[in-house]
Each structure stands twice: as C-alpha cells, then as structure tokens.
C-alpha cells in the first residue's frame, strides 16, 4: 500500500515531521497544493492553511530521496501565469530547470 503525501494537510495539522517518520518508505505521491504569491525572492505557493513552508517541505523530501510523483494543485489561480509560475516555482526547487 502506498502514501500519498498532502502538504495541506501537513500544514493544517502541522505534522509534516511525524508524517515522514511513520510514512516515508511508503509515500508514492506528494500533493503540493498552494496559491501563488509574490515574496521578496519572486512569486512562491504558500499553503492554502497553515505555515508549512512548501519549499522547504519539498526540499526536505528531495534531499531524503523521494524524486516524485508531485502533484501541483493551485488554489484559485487568477490564470495561465499562475500555473506557469507554480510549475516553474516546482521545478526550480526540484532543480528540473
């Protein structure tokens, strides 16, 4: 049986850690939902509740050796840009660029 992780689920129950130390040989698939926002560094996703850094979340999977599926799910994108920007957001954190 696999996992799929969902970081706003993570990010709401604030257990992104716990979560990887009971799941991680299993996880098959990580669900990145966010919205896209401008930061001092560009435009990032942040979660749709919560504080889970998203980056760092996907960064610290990377690292651990989980390389993907990751699945990207915007919330309320205000249009093409914002799907282009989330998925280059991705890639640039995956070093996919």
Not at 7 to 14: D, E, I, Q, R
Not at 23 to 52: K, S, T, W
Not at 84 to 94: C, Q
């Amino acid at each position: 049986m696999g996992f799929t992780l969902d970081l706003t689920w993570a990010s709401l129950y604030n257990n992104f850690e716990s979560l990887l130390s009971v799941a991680f040989d299993r996880l098959v698939n990580c669900h990145v939902q966010g919205r896209v926002v401008d930061g001092e560094a560009g435009p990032r996703l942040v979660p749709r509740y919560g504080h889970l850094d998203l980056e760092e979340a996907v960064r610290a999977l990377w690292s651990a050796g989980f390389k993907g599926p990751y699945t990207l799910e915007l919330c309320n994108p205000l249009g093409r840009d914002d799907f282009v920007t989330a998925r280059r957001w991705l890639s640039g954190i995956l070093g996919l660029e």
